[in-house]
């Protein structure tokens, strides 16, 4: 019994630390959207005449990034970028697809940390690939506009998904800064009130926080300017 409850728990185990695959194909008229247990799974929508978003939540698994760039001819190079997290943001336009690297922030208020996220996107005609470097659906809002049939991200190509995709990672990071610069002003009236050296570190390391922000930010002009 404790052996068959060993191998239960790996298994669960080994479900967990894989990423998590689900695609969205789409037209003006049509949805469905799919969880996958296999990456190969979404392979056939390659051919569709639908729109097809496959979006992969997590890096650790190197396979099943390499077995997509080899279905839809990613460069080597790219496969690798996309596997590095310490990428800048950058554009690259090659002939039958283009790729986007970029950083999607969140802004931890108990710790007065800001963490960076790297996502991937792999844009072709008639399909977007996207890499998510944690698991976690950040991109849930363009997810939910998909499954509108009135809103425009559903009427139009996948450049229009990917824009949406980019305007959700632009709002995180005027979210963060406003976040950033609340708890300066908290912190700020705090250390008026009660003068500490406590409460002038936290300051210090806030505004840290925003040099970190604006280090991001800075590079995805070249990105959002496309």
Not at 147 to 152: I, M
Request: proline fraction near 4%.
């Amino acid at each position: 019994m404790a052996n068959g409850a060993s191998k239960k728990t790996t298994k669960k185990q080994n479900r967990r630390k894989g990423p998590e695959i689900s695609v969205m194909d789409y037209t003006k008229t049509h949805y469905e959207e799919k969880e996958l247990q296999k990456i190969e799974e979404c392979f056939p929508f390659k051919g569709h005449p639908t729109l097809t978003w496959v979006n992969i939540d997590g890096l650790g698994d190197k396979t099943v990034i390499e077995k997509v760039g080899a279905e839809f001819g990613i460069h080597p190079l790219v496969v690798e970028d996309i596997m590095t997290i310490k990428q800048r943001p950058k554009i690259k336009d090659f002939e039958s697809y283009l790729f986007v690297t970029f950083k999607m922030l969140r802004y931890h208020a108990e710790k007065r940390e800001v963490f960076a996220e790297q996502i991937s996107l792999v844009v072709g005609e008639n399909f977007l690939i996207s890499f998510q470097e944690k698991r976690g659906d950040d991109l849930v809002a363009v997810r939910e506009a998909l499954k509108n049939p009135d809103a425009l991200v559903r009427k139009s190509g996948t450049d229009h998904l990917m824009h949406a995709i980019l305007d959700t990672v632009v709002d995180s990071y005027f979210e963060v800064l406003e976040q950033l610069g609340e708890g300066v002003e908290k912190l700020e009236n705090e250390l008026v009130h009660n003068p500490n050296y406590a409460t002038l570190q936290k300051i210090n390391r806030l505004k840290k926080e925003i040099l970190l922000v604006r280090k991001y930010i800075w590079p995805m002009r070249e990105v959002v300017n496309i």
